[in-house]
């Protein structure tokens, strides 16, 4: 079983920097690929970042391309997300998520198996 607790989220201004935090519980974190999800009240849950097993491919969402950045620690057992030059329209809640299975990037909702609960990021203009 493998657990997720996302942290970092918070009401910062447009303009303004946070940084996500995932911590994974139990072991081999290092063989699977990551991702960072959002969801906007009454919107579907969408792709923000992923990330491979071992840091060497990522992707970002067109809408964060420039702004945001994932990456992992292994040692650590977690993965970030950092977010720079937010905007009113990145307020939502954000979730992390592991891929057992899958090698490469996913970006489907369903290609992931474990969810953090996750954390809410509040932009204001």
């Known amino acids: 079983q493998v657990q997720l607790v996302e942290s970092g989220g918070g009401l910062v201004q447009a303009g303004d920097s946070l940084r996500l935090s995932c911590a994974a519980s139990g072991r081999s974190f290092s063989s699977y690929g990551m991702g960072w999800f959002r969801q906007a009240p009454g919107k579907e849950r969408e792709i923000v970042a992923a990330i491979t097993w071992n840091g060497g491919s990522t992707y970002d969402a067109n809408s964060v391309k420039g702004r945001f950045t994932i990456s992992r620690d292994n040692v650590k057992n977690t993965v970030y997300l950092q977010m720079n030059t937010l905007q009113p329209e990145d307020t939502a809640v954000y979730y992390c998520?592991?891929?057992?299975?899958?090698?490469?990037?996913?970006?489907?909702?369903?290609?992931?198996?474990?969810w953090g609960q996750g954390t809410q990021v509040t932009v204001s203009s």
């Open positions: 998520a592991l891929d057992r299975w899958r090698t490469g990037i996913q970006y489907r909702v369903n290609d992931y198996d474990y």
